[in-house]
């Protein structure tokens, strides 16, 4: 499916070898990857859905995948939490900060309890699954420039990043990767527009979070 627009589905056919129709389940083996984020998961400027770092991760590391990556979306509802708690995962990747940033949608004092309750209603269902808490990646013009509640994009990185680094004390699936150590200062020049990553910055993203969560996918849970 397209990986960015509104797709619609038109008539379906379904034709048997002999002529009549037939449907069977396909047996999938692969483990379930589950991506929640932004636009920045979603990858509008990607070539294609098979460009999104998601899907390149996903292939690179012999994963089916699930990619909720909500452009200016990603603001912890509840409804998403129950459903990736509610979804095949053997491994699950949130990242959280930049529209939370963008829309003023926490201020310092409810985003860090937003975080956790979003993270504690998916491993209600997925008591042992790694999860993995990414922060933002690199924005030049939001790193120092507060929004309308206060917050700079470096303090939402640090609140992300501070309630990911205390929940992993007592929970060691949690895992948190600094967005800077994905894509930083000196990848800038990879965005197209100061915010999104064009078509090479989604490869380098791709290259160093398959780096990271290879190590996960092969612990025992």
């Known amino acids: 499916m397209p990986h960015y627009g509104y797709p619609r589905l038109g008539e379906l056919r379904l034709i048997g070898g002999d002529g009549a129709p037939s449907v069977a389940p396909i047996a999938e083996r692969r483990p379930h990857l589950v991506v929640y984020g932004s636009s920045i998961s979603q990858c509008r400027e990607a070539p294609g859905p098979t460009e999104t770092w998601p899907a390149l991760v996903a292939r ?122 994905i894509l930083g200062a000196d990848d800038a020049h990879l965005l197209v527009d100061g915010l999104h990553p064009g078509p090479e910055g989604y490869a380098l993203i791709a290259e160093r979070m398959l780096a990271r969560l290879d190590p996960l996918a092969a612990l025992p849970r």
């Not at 990556?69 to 708690?85: E, K, N, S, Y």
């Not at 491994?91 to 504690?120: D, H, K, M, Q, T």
């Not at 309630?163 to 992993?168: C, D, G, K, N």
């Open 60 to 181: 690179s590391g012999g994963w089916n995948l699930r990619c909720l990556g909500f452009g200016a979306q990603c603001h912890l509802d509840p409804t998403v939490a129950r459903f990736i708690r509610d979804s095949p995962a053997d491994l699950i990747v949130l990242g959280v900060g930049i529209n939370i940033y963008g829309a003023a949608s926490f201020s310092a004092r409810s985003l860090g309890p937003a975080l956790e309750g979003f993270i504690a209603t998916i491993r209600s269902g997925h008591p042992a699954t790694p999860i993995v808490v990414v922060t933002p990646i690199v924005s030049p013009d939001r790193e120092a420039s507060p929004n309308s509640v206060g917050l700079t994009l470096a303090d939402i990185r640090a609140l992300v990043a501070q309630t990911a680094r205390q929940l992993s004390r007592a929970d060691p699936h949690l895992t948190l990767v600094d967005g800077l150590s």
